[in-house]
């Protein structure tokens, strides 16, 4: 039984024995797949294409127009900084002859000096003063030394009025000390101020001898004034103000070698000025600048300008004035512009009465407002990316096809071709033929420039194997966009309208043949 | 009636062309092998005392509905190369593919009086499924492009498991017509793999815009400790035993005519709850859906594209996180399976038989038909020639021989089995049978029986008369010119006729 059961056996091993394994030993294997893959997808608004870094200054029109506000405020204090009030430092002694005083019963007063101190300010002539700041020190003394002299000295300033109590600065000074300014206000009379030193004997009940050459000093200083307003004639003097830039790279370099017409572009300079002086201000440059040229903003009213000034403290006076030029301008594209300015104070006055506070400004505001409405062509987009494919086998790449969906409600047609560059970014190859570049087609419009309908560009495009295999070779790729605003029926230019609504949905996928083959 | 019986055929053969099923067709009208019970608990075998040992019945099969070897290569200079996208050009919408094996560790089979035959087997099963969505082959293989503007469905599909079956069963003789049968199966699961739920899918947009959804509920019992270090399957063997589950078998014969027996059956209905070393695999659909539409343009114009991609490549490993770890208990049914058939004698010891059967396992139902003759040449040699229709197939030509040299009894019975030797005597080799069969499956062993059965309970049906009730001393006579055994059978026959 065994033996049967054996060979049975036997039998079904040699026969599943008889297997060729060579027939399982699949040599290659090939697959030809086709990958549909998305590349790019969104939607873009005219607002997502502008610059992030400007977006900020991208603003909407109640009618859903674009436009780009640009401002810029220069702030100085060039004026008030043409006021300073110096230290001033006044010894005043008085004699006090030889001889021997009796016993006083109560105080005498022995002696005086009034007299009307002068800041030595040129060329203003301030009559009022409220400080902020600064101290008025005293010191009296008695020389020689050693005389036993009981004395006083009172320090009358009658100008100098405390704006707490209203009361003026009157004091009894034996010795050193000082007076705090932050309080006081100083009426002047052309820079000039009242001052009076009384010396005064201290009632004494024993008889004092003075010896001698003795003289009782005063020093009276006047230090770190500062002030928070200053009235009067402030002379007729020129501040220089420094310079400022209006950056407007919204565009970047694409409007560089564009033809740019902008329908209602708008630049004001707006002159805020908290100083109550008649002022003039005279633009020594004002322009737009691109890539080293510059065109000049004609004002109105024409440079320099007498400019407003306010008639209370605390109030400021503004004055607009507006670019003749704009158009011309804004279609030169500048990417920044440049002013300097001077300020010229009480031209051609003797006297007056001005004033201003150490807070005083003067705001020279430029607002450049770029409404996104008129016509442009050869606007250039340029961006390059670094192409890593070597990991890739060139040969696995049987053909490929740029699926292209672009549903265009901008007023804007675009020409794109991608160029291939080796690693000194010399130009290779292009990736597109030439009929194949235009992949955006602008809306239609209007006769005013509103969307009448969006262009659709959905087509598949097939790219030259040739110019694909140069893609595995290149290290670089610029992607250069050429675009033009929307013509008419008769493709003659029209002036578009860019508002927010209107949307680019990109839809961009490529559709890859490969061929991969594998050597088991 | 000629009409509708074309049509049933009609259709019956549509039926059976798309089948995909686990099952011997073959085996089904092999009266000697007591293992034919696995198919019908009411069928009766020839020998009426059987014992089977370990080696008594070793099964193998492999099922692909899908595609054959060679489908999948082409050769050519001398190359085997593989021709993926030929294959996927013949590929169904759905291909499974399907391991089987089976071991009997014990069988006794006797019957106990002239109307009831009991069984008693312990048998060791595996079984195992995997599903193919053609949708998932194209993907490999063509790519995405194919899917634009719709939806690839890749949820494949794995099913294991493995039991022990303690079975016992019986049938029962209720007339001379109908003979009915049963067996209750004690299961215990040693492992398990189940896909509760898988539906991936990737969809392609017309802007090539690519959605890629995934839930996933994949459970195992069994499985997950195999990878811990250290551990001994010996040592654990206990556990594996607590997956507990119970299975019944029903069946029946009813002789129509006089050479016209039905049958029916229904197997392996019933399941196994899993309890022990249970881990699951899972992922939310509702969590794990993404899609790439490519670089956001916004992202592009402004420069942060490359921040763009690295944070979708963190979104899509958020979304798409398997979740994995203990679960609770659950339950599997067994691949059940069901048979109705005919058995026509043309001739004594010449049957001819066709039955369809199908397998209804997590949601697929798979069909085949087998047609077979079938000839006892004596006691000693019986053998049977089949064709069948499984797993969208038709080149399965299958064979069983047994040699009844009583009390060993060596066989072998498969569905595909015929054209090996056409393979060898043409190419000396099988390459040519295994790389053309999508069904291979092969029954073989060695069983230990007595008692010839020369009326017809060994045919499967009930015996036409009760003449095997009767006493040795009212048996006819042999005829002249036959063998003692088989002379008393043909009277038997010939009186039934009168």
Redesign the interface.
Known sequence: MMQRLFLWLLGLSVLFSCVNEDDYTIDAAEINPTLALPLVSGSLSVQDLIKSTDSVYVKVYPDDLVYLSYSQTLKTQGIRDLFDVPDKVLNRSFFVPQATIPPLTKDLRSDSISELVDFGLSPEQLSEISFSGGQVTYNTSVSPPGANLKYEVNISLPDFISKTTGKPININANGAGSILLSDYLVKLNKNKFNMKLVLVFKKNTAPTVIGPNTFVNVKLSFLGMDFSYIKGFFGDQVASLPSDTVEVGAFGTALDDANVSFADPKINLVVINDNGVPCEVDFKKLEGQKNGQSINLVLNPANPISIAYPTTLGQSATTTVSVTNVKQVMSFAPNKFYYQMDARINKGLASGVNFLADTSKLRVKMNVEVPLYGQASDINLLDTLKLDLTNLDQSSVNNASLKVKVTNELPLNASIQFYLTDEKYQVIDSLLLPDQTNLIKGSTVTSSGDLQAPGVYDQLVPLDKSRLDKVFSSQYIIVRARMNTSTDASGAAVDVKFKSKYKMAINLGLLAYLKITAKL | MRRSRLTLTIFCLAVAFHASGQMEGTLHYMSCLPQVVNNNPAFVPKYKYVVGLP?SSLYEGYTNSGFS?NDL?KRQDG????D??GWISKLPEKTFITAAAGADLLRLGFRINPKVYLGVNVTGKTFGQGFLPKDMATL?????????NSTANVSPMLEALSYLETAVGAAYEVDSKLTVGGRIKILKGVANITTEASDISIA?D?????TASAGIDVRTSGVNSLTNSGYEVSKEIKNYMKNGGLAIDLGATYRLLDKLTLNASIVDLGSIKWKTNLYSYSMDRSVATYT????????????NGNEYIQAQKDSIKNKFDLKEGPTDAYRTMLPAKFYVGGNYEIIKNLNVGTVFFAQSFKGRFSPGWTTSLNKNFGRVVSATLSYTLSNRSYNNFGAGLSLN?AP?Q?Y?VGDNLLK?PSS?IVN????EY??TAQVINVR?G?NFVWGWDKSEKGTLAPSKTKSVNQSPAKKPKVKTGTSKKDASYLKVRRKSKR
């Open positions: 080696i070897y290569v190359q085997v190369n593989a993926l996208t490999l293989v063509d790519g995405n492009a194919p899917y634009v392609v017309e802007n090539y815009g690519i790439f539409s490519g670089i956001d343009a916004n992202q592009l114009v402004n420069g040299l060993v060596l072998i090996i060898l000396q080799n099988l390459n295994i790389n073989f060695l």
